[in-house]
């Protein structure tokens, strides 16, 4: 822990709003949680949580392969690791994606695919229009709409990309509850508007 604190966790510092130290932190927290409650090893989860998005130094649409690379070049995880479960780290980074296509080939790989599923509605909308103030600044209010509308529904609906790979998690009943706010437009511009308003102000 001292390790990750000192020398992984400062390097999202430099990375978008959704992807900043708040968002790594929530995930290391989910994944040892949900590690305990499966009985998967700890230490793993953590490690595999803390490096999951550093991948996020390079291109955005690679990150979770670049991200498993650095974790299994890091040769100071030698000092806790085995060779046979760097290997297993370094897949369940790349796999955490969620528009992967394929489901995680291990449970550390289902583990933080699941905590990286920040799916409580408000974080998933305040994050969307991070993402979209951070990464389209030329849009503007009316374009933003559209984008949130569109990433949302590519990725959260019922058609949409996303997978959930722990039955039973949190995951699924705040799934449902994003689902239920998308057929209620007038809600989620509301919704849409006030967040959109705070993200600018603050």
Known sequence: ???????????????DKAHGLPHVT??????????????????MA?????????GLEGPRAIHHITGGKILSADARLKKWFSPE?????KEAVEDHRASASHAPRSVYGKIV??????LEPETVFRRTIQFGLARYPEK????????FN??????????GYI???????????????????????????????????????S
């Open 1 to 15: 822990m001292a390790f990750v604190e000192t020398e992984i966790l400062p390097r999202y510092a430099g990375f």
């Open 26 to 43: 929530r995930v290391i927290n989910k994944s040892v949680k949900l590690a305990k409650s499966i009985g998967a090893d700890v230490n």
């Open 46 to 54: 953590y490690a595999i949580a803390a490096y999951h998005d550093l």
């Open 85 to 89: 479960k760097i290997t297993v780290m």
């Open 113 to 118: 695919a699941e905590a990286d599923r920040e």
């Open 140 to 147: 503007d209010k009316e374009g933003q709409w559209l984008r």
């Open 150 to 159: 569109e990433h949302l529904d590519n990725k959260y609906s019922g058609h």
């Open 163 to 201: 997978r959930l790979w722990i039955p039973g998690s949190e995951n699924e009943s705040n799934l449902k509850a994003i689902r239920e706010l998308l057929v209620q437009p007038v809600r989620l511009r509301q919704m849409f508007d006030r967040i959109y308003e705070e993200e600018i102000n």
